[in-house]
Each structure stands twice: as C-alpha cells, then as structure tokens.
C-alpha cells in the first residue's frame, strides 16, 4: 500500500485507477512517522464527483475524491484549508495569487519566473493547501496542480495574498481583512456541515489577521511582476 506525505500530512492511500497513484508519485513517503489515516476513494465517491462534472473520466474523478478526503481531514484535524492560487516561493518566502479561473494568476507567476529566474520556485499553480503551524501560515505544494502541471513537494511561509484582476495600467495597493474575506472564501472548498465551516471561518479570520493581503490591477508585462514583486517583498530588483 502506497504511503504519502503532503501538507506534512502522512497517509495511505488505495486506489482504484493507476492515474492517482501516479498524480502523486513524488509526494510517496518512506520516511517513519506513522500515517494519520487511510485514504480510499469508493465508486460511491467517484460517482458523487461525476454528478459534480460529468465531463470528466472516472480515473481523474477518483483524483479528485482522493483530495476533497484529504482536504476535509486537514481542515478538521490540522489547521489547513485548500486556497485556489498560484503560490509561488520567493528567497524562501511564498506568494499567493488569487482570482477567477481565467483572470492570469498564472501568467502572472509565470511573470515573476521570468523576472527572478531561479530565485522563484512554482509551489503550486492551482491548488497549494495552507496551513497555521506553530503560530505562522505556510503553504504546501500538492500534486493537483492545474493544467499546466507545475507544483513543488516542499512547503513555504507565506509573506502576502494577492487578489488579481485584469487592468490596462498597473496598480496596487494593501487591501483590508474585510476585501478579503469573501475572495478567499470563494477560492476553497466550502463543507457541508456546522462544525467544520467553523473551522474555515476560524481559519481565513486567522490568516487575514496574520498575512498582509493586497489587490493588484495589471497587464502583462514584465512592469506588473516589478511593481508586485517589489510592494510585496520590500525588496529592490
């Protein structure tokens, strides 16, 4: 039985479909903490998904069982919710990008790969999981990591979230808590029951109180990246 380790979290896992097992190849663990649970998606599970995008085949369905479990498991048990972005690592420090599917978070963070070469490392390009350990926020790379297949089994505290929205001239500027609220509510996995949306309100209360935030206007080009990179590090190029 396959073992794993993401989001500092270890689990085994069956599978029915060799695509999962495969999706998750370098996050295998070999390491000697005990797993915290088992992981299995059911054909239940995968016909769930299927009434959810009935585009989809069944193999990359059960992918996605596979992480809404871990994901439900994190968020009640360890301080951790999925934030849909584009984190990417900087010297060290991970930067978060957020908007509507289509708005270019990604070219965005590609935009930065470009300006700081091999100083910036992609964490993950769709679905990094955030946690609060030890008093601070991380983000975590996962192997659900968007179309372009970009992620990074390691883990980064993170200096800033960025709301981004398309704009002819480039501009940002620090946003409230309460900008933010609801973009990063709109950007996880919303669970069904009392207890456990609790825990998510609880969470994103605790990491706009914690991280600075800030919405950014831009168009591609290499100016956008500067002045992001820039206002939110602290840093000259």
């Known amino acids: 039985m396959p073992r794993y380790k993401i989001a500092d979290v270890v689990f085994d896992a069956q ?3 060799g695509y999962t097992e495969r999706l998750c190849q370098k996050y295998l663990y070999q390491g000697d903490e005990a797993p915290r649970l088992l992981i299995s998606a059911t054909l239940d599970d995968i016909k769930a998904e299927k009434e959810k995008a009935p585009e989809y085949p069944d193999n990359y369905l059960e992918s996605l069982a596979v992480f809404r479990k871990l994901c439900a498991y994190i968020l009640d048990n360890a301080d951790g919710l999925i934030f849909h ?8 420090k991970a930067y978060l990008f957020t908007a509507p599917s289509g708005t270019g978070k990604s070219t ?4 930065w790969r470009e300006l700081l070469g091999d100083r910036a490392v992609m964490v993950n ?6 946690r609060f350990v030890d008093g601070k926020f991380y983000v975590y790379g996962t192997p659900w990591n968007g179309k372009h297949g970009l992620d990074t089994n390691c883990r980064a505290e993170i200096k800033a979230v960025c709301k981004i929205s398309q704009a002819k001239e480039n501009s940002i500027r620090k946003a409230t808590a309460g900008e933010m609220v609801f973009t990063v509510l709109n950007q996880t996995v919303r669970p069904e029951n009392q207890s456990s949306m609790e825990n998510l309100l609880g969470l994103i209360d605790k990491l706009l109180g914690s991280v600075d935030t800030y919405v950014l206007g831009c168009n591609v080009s290499k100016e956008a990246a ?3 990179y820039t206002t939110m ?3 000259r190029l």
Do not use: N, Q, T
Not at 85 to 92: E, F, K, L, Q, R
């Open 108 to 111: 965005h963070a590609r935009l």
């Open 226 to 228: 500067e002045l992001s």
């Open 85 to 92: 972005s584009s984190a990417i690592m900087v010297d060290g």
């Open 233 to 235: 590090s602290g840093e």
């Open 15 to 17: 599978f029915i479909y």
């Open 125 to 130: 390009d769709d679905k990094p999981i955030v």
